[in-house]
């Protein structure tokens, strides 16, 4: 436990490419993280990545498997979802905070409600209550006033949501790069921003 380990969660929206690319960030940043994923999650992994994870019997490689080095650095510590006994199902385990990316409008649900059935929802419920960082990364659409009202209500608990809406104004071209303007927006709330981010520059610096 170090109070800079990260924690990070998968969940079953569609968007898994943002919270694989945020889990090899943090591991090139050099922090050691905490990571649990959701069943739907896997069903999205394989869907939008080919990547074939078992949640009993997990192996970094199955995740990472464009990026077998970071999977190698030890730097990861799974949590099995149904795990309550983790450290990160307690508030005195130490974090620098949560991400949860891609957040499905059923864990939205489920932490805003205060449902506390996963160790996913026990872990933001924890980051919640002792005033850390939680981002939820939501991907929905359309969305419906009780999907509305949940976000709302995270938000006003203390979480930050940045919703998986890729920005164009940097004209990216690759879904790589695209993906990376959702990711930045992370590591910004997180004190870890990318030195090659795209950033907004006004009229007269803009190239
Ligand atoms: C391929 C696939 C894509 C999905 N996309 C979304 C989505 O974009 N947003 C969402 O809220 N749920 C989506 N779902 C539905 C959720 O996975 C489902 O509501 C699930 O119960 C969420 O559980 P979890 O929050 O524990 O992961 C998707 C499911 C699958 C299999």
């Known amino acids: ?29 050099g922090r050691t993280v905490h990571l649990t994923i959701s069943p739907a999650a896997v069903q999205v992994l394989e869907h939008e990545l080919d990547r074939r994870v078992k949640l009993d019997q ?24 149904q795990d309550f006994s983790a450290g990160i199902a307690s508030g005195s385990f130490l974090t620098a905070g949560m991400v949860i990316c891609p957040c499905s409008m059923g ?41 509305a009202r949940n976000l709302a209500t995270v938000i006003e608990a203390g979480a930050l949501v940045i919703p998986a809406m890729p920005s164009f104004y940097h004209r990216p071209k690759t879904l790589e790069e695209a993906v990376d303007t959702v990711v930045f927006r992370v590591l910004d709330q997180l004190g870890l921003p990318a030195a090659d981010a795209p950033r907004w520059k006004s009229g007269e610096d803009r190239e």
């Not at 800079?4 to 943002?18: I, M």
């Not at 026990?122 to 009780?146: C, M, N, T």
Request: hydrophobic share 45%; proline share 3%.
């Open 58 to 81: 997990f192996n970094l490689h199955d995740l990472l498997v464009e990026t077998a080095a970071l999977a190698s650095s030890g730097q990861v510590q799974y949590h099995h979802y």
């Open 107 to 147: 864990t939205a649900g489920a932490i805003a409600n205060g449902l506390s059935q996963n160790l996913i929802h026990r872990a933001a419920e924890v980051h919640l209550k002792e005033r850390r960082k939680l981002i939820l990364v939501p991907r929905e659409s359309p969305i419906h006033l009780i999907h």
């Open 1 to 29: 436990m170090a109070a800079n380990d990260l924690v990070l969660a998968f969940t079953g929206a569609s968007g898994a490419p943002y919270g694989v690319r945020l889990l090899e960030v943090f591991l090139e940043s």
